[in-house]
């Protein structure tokens, strides 16, 4: 019996070695492919004197081996949507790659996978050697990326600034150097809106019109807002409360700082804050600080006077889609230029914003998912091209971004564009709805009742924002506070739902908050931060 | 010689004879392999900074560093305590009601017996994700059952049972046995149906009742089944129903006291960082540990009663 068992064994063992051999074998047959790749490059670069840039010449290549071997090589496109790989996916990929063979010599495939399961499968698929070109970070985190080593160095040999030169002209040098990790690139930021502005609260119209909101006693900001105070909110508030007993006024998500402050969260996280990010690289901690108890006496007032779910701790649904169901009335973004649309569209209802807060720009703000180079891909150069087509050709851009024209949308003739006749975000066979997380989301067409410089707007809006952080393109690699981290969000995550949601009073809540944090190393945390931050403002 | 010829020949033919059992076994085997030995040597991971670039084995050797974060907190008591203790209680109460449900079963006479047996294995078959909607349906504040109907039929205020961490511990191992009861009863079941039904006539011959034959007949015939089970149950002491304390409590961070384990723990911790080479520390100290507990256990069921131990 345990001779047989051994002999068994023995043979499996051996089948999976040979298994084993295969994959090597692969992997060697692929190796040439690679050098041969690199060496046309190098040939390329000698004659690029006279007449083809060594962009030009590697598309030519590319052609010629295509040509040859009867397939395009093809480079693979990663990002996320909310309901997975779209209908139409299929015939999305082959209009791109129809137009990018012609452009580029390669086939370009996306592969959009469902948020829940992004971060797993792009790990995965990073790790485990499966292709993937080029991808958003979105979702795992760069530093995460960087930290694991799944990203190229965009500059080396002179990868972008050869293959890859007219990333330069949609993106700034500063955006650029902000992503830049021990003063590496690993990355190029998606062209959106890095500055915020803080505190837009967004309260359904029809809601306001109940309860007889005077709108007129307002003034507009400069982006088209309703220019407010919290008093004013807390008045229109206790309106809508009145005229709408039965449901909820105001639907809470954990997005006071991240949205509604201007405190600077330097390497990601809060433990550790710049509280006066425009002026001072002093790391605090905003949990004891007057704005952070500001915000939760309001929330302990408004819970007391029963605008806030008695669920609000165990109701993980988004606050817009708690909106579209119709139960509640009130949340609060973040706003910027045509944010009025968005939220509209998220909610399912005409929403109007009010500006209660002020524009900023945090040090992360550029950094926070930029596109990366996977370090395995076979053809850096083709994704390379690729990503720069990404950037800044419109047919890329447009089918990327929305798909086929005449299939999924129609043209207007003021360029915006609309919903194909018959379709709509629901039976959209391509619709993933992610556009600030897209290349550059202004590349492509803009949709009907934006502005149709949009773009230009958000540009400005970026470079006119009064607050900026000063620690603007710092970044932090935590690992080595593995344990403080983990612990510190454990803290955090017991004792703060009670006090920000307000089901405690915030003398009480407070203090729990900040014992746990003190007793689960903050000090430690924030003195690595700090010790980090000056160094990195020292270069 | 000539005897042990003969063995060698019978060693042979049993082998021949054996031969459709052991292709049975084959599949199992081979999954056995792949999916348990051959993923063995990826645990150099745990001593290990993970770099793609470098690979798994040339990543930069980091010695324990890893495993710091399990202990460096004040929270590793607390996950190890909550860890070991649920798993302890899960084990006595799980046990006895299914030996208790099995018994029941098996003395039914009913011709229900068998829809009786399928309800109480329902739970069983329901996904965590789903029995946490269940007990959410009970335990929601606004429009949970027992805070507008159940309390407020017994006069008494609405209790926030999210928020409060001394009602959990009872509602876990409640949950548990309600899920996992069904399937456990299942083998005592079969081990009763097992048991001579000679032995209890002659018993019911000589005057012995239904209590008495339980005690007497059924119970001791069971133990080595009970063992057996606890056994195993001991190897995974240190691991937890992931979505039981995750998905049940609603990820709630106030009631982490009492529901913060290792897999949960460790899940929340780095699904933040995304750190490769920690998951791994974390598996491969929860594996050590239990891989002791078992040893342990075995080596003293071996002590008092031999023919039931494991190995």
Known sequence: MKKLLATMLCAVMVVASFAGCGKAADNNTQAPANTEAGTSVEASADVSGDALTPAQQAIADRKAKAAETGKYEKVVVSFFDWTGAPAGIERVNSKLSAYTEETLGVDVELLIIDVAAYTEDLKLMLSSGEQVDLFSTCGPGYMTCVNNGYTADLEENGLLATYGAKLNDVVRADYFDACRVGGVLYGVPPIKDYAIQTAAVCIGTEYLEGAGVDLAKFSKDDLGYYKCTWDDVDEMFAAMHAAFPDKTVYSTQDNMLTQGSCVDNIGGDYYGTLLDPANSLEVSNVYESDMFKEWCDRFYRWNQAGYISGDALTDTNGASARIKSGAFMAMMACGKPAYENQISGECGRPMTVFDVGEPFMSSSAVSSFPWCLNQNSEDPIAAMQVLEALYTDPVVANLACWGEEGVEYVVNDDTTINWAPGVDSNNSEYYPNVLWLMPNQYAAHVWEGDPVDVGEQTAKFNDNCPVKSKALGFTWDNSDYAAEFTALQNAYKEFSGKVIYGFVDPETGLKELNDALYAAGLKEYMAAKQEALNAWAGK | ?311
């Not at chain 2, 930069?60 to 890893?66: D, E, R, T, Y």
């Not at chain 2, 302890?88 to 829809?115: D, G, H, P, Q, R």
């Not at chain 2, 009970?138 to 008494?156: E, H, I, P, Q, R």
Request: net charge positive; with cysteine; proline share 4%.
């Open chain 2, 1 to 311: 010689m000539k005897v042990k010829a003969e063995s060698k020949k019978s060693l042979k033919k049993r082998i021949i004879r054996y031969i459709p059992l052991y292709v049975m076994a084959l599949p199992g085997l081979i999954y056995l392999f792949i999916n348990n030995y051959m993923p063995l040597p990826g645990l150099v991971l745990a001593f290990k900074k993970y770099n793609a670039k470098k690979g798994i084995f040339g990543s930069n050797n980091v010695g324990f560093k890893n495993f710091k974060y399990l202990f460096a907190t004040k929270d590793a008591f607390i996950i190890t305590r909550n860890t070991i203790l649920y798993n302890l209680v899960f084990i006595i109460v799980n046990t006895v009601l299914a030996v208790f449900v099995a018994i029941l079963l098996a003395e039914m006479t009913s011709k229900l017996k068998k829809v009786y047996q399928i309800i109480i294995l329902l739970p069983f078959m329901i996904s965590m994700v789903i029995v946490s909607y269940l007990v959410f349906g009970f335990l929601s504040n606004d429009n949970g059952y027992l805070n507008n109907t159940v309390m407020a039929a017994l006069g008494k205020d609405p209790v926030q049972w999210y928020m409060e961490k001394k009602y959990w511990p009872f509602i876990l191992t409640f949950v548990n046995a309600w899920k996992v009861i069904g399937y456990n009863c299942i083998i005592y079941l079969s081990t009763i149906l097992g048991i001579d039904r000679g032995i209890y006539e002659s018993a019911s011959i000589d005057g012995a009742g239904k209590w008495m034959q339980i005690r007497k007949i059924t119970i001791p015939l069971l133990r080595p089944t009970v063992i057996m089970m606890t056994l195993l149950a001991i190897g995974r002491i240190f691991y937890s129903d992931f979505g039981l304390f995750y998905q049940v409590p609603q990820n709630q961070g106030a009631l982490f006291a009492v529901t913060n384990t290792i897999d949960t723990y460790v899940y929340r911790g780095l699904l933040e960082l995304g750190d490769m080479s920690m998951s791994s520390a974390a598996g491969l100290y929860q594996s050590l540990v239990g891989f002791i507990f078992i040893l342990t256990a075995n080596l003293i069921v071996r002590k008092f009663e031999p023919e039931s131990a494991l190995f």
